[in-house]
């Protein structure tokens, strides 16, 4: 299906490995023009310069300064804006009575605080266009864990911006949805593979099953799978789609 995206721009944050990466590289493929953000500029710039058309704005959106540094940058770039993917921020695991205020407030600084930023930053930009905002939070935000208390925190409030600005986009002329990743083939989760393996005396393939067994589903995600969604959303053919908050997750989450 042609989406009809080539000649729009975007911005994509936390593009520099994993989903981020994956969504950049498909936009790409789609036509679009992309700036891909995040904080490793090697990283970054490398993705950037296999993708015709793209461009690299190493900035850290912790920072109040950056995200309006990095519409900038797009639009003078590609001299407008049609899309927005937050993809950026990777909150610490752990047990609640041992995480700190600092881990609290790195893991909000970046996934939530910088999407709201660096949408804002967007927004009459998007209004001007017609365009979008994707935010990727994660299934954490809905089914809660002990050890997740961070993330799981932020991926609720994200859920709960999306609804927020979802309803301002509709008298302004901007969509705004959010996805929910499930267990996506990314190195976090290869990361949390080890860990279980570790935990359960497992090597690294039995260590995946068992993972995959806990939270029921057949296997794991690809991060080509969550941009593909990001595409259509950006495109005309979700032109109904609003406020929509999209489980991509194999069917773990088994409520509504």
Not at 22 to 43: D, K, P, Q
Request: proline letters at 2%.
């Amino acid at each position: 299906m042609d989406l009809n995206l080539a000649g729009r721009a975007a911005v994509v944050s936390g593009a520099s490995r994993g989903i981020g990466l994956a969504i950049a590289r498909r936009l790409a493929a789609e036509g679009m023009r992309v700036l891909l953000v995040a904080r490793s500029a090697e990283a970054i710039e490398e993705a950037a310069a296999a993708l015709p058309g793209c461009a690299a704005f190493a900035a850290d959106l912790r920072q109040p300064e950056t995200a309006a540094q990095a519409v900038a940058e797009a639009l003078a770039r590609f001299g407008r804006l049609d899309l927005v993917v937050n993809c950026a921020g990777a909150t610490q695991r752990g047990d609640f009575a041992t995480l700190g205020d600092e881990a609290w407030e790195d893991g909000y600084a970046l996934k939530l605080f910088g999407a709201v930023r660096l949408t804002r930053a967007a927004w009459p930009h998007l209004r001007a266009t017609g365009g979008n905002v994707v935010i990727i939070a994660g299934v954490g935000g809905k089914v809660a864990r002990a050890d997740f208390s961070i993330g799981g925190s932020v991926n609720a409030a994200l859920m709960n911006l999306t609804k927020a600005l979802a309803d301002k986009g509709v008298a302004e002329g901007v969509r705004v949805n959010c996805i929910n990743p499930g267990s996506i083939r990314t190195g976090r989760l290869t990361g949390r593979i080890a860990t279980v393996a570790a935990e359960r005396g497992l090597d690294d393939e039995a260590a995946g099953a068992a993972l995959a067994r806990d939270t029921g589903v057949a296997r794991f995600g690809e991060p080509g799978e969550i941009a593909s969604m990001v595409a259509y959303l950006a495109s005309d053919e979700a032109g109904y789609v609003q406020g929509a908050i999209l489980d991509i997750d194999g069917g773990w989450v088994r409520s509504t």
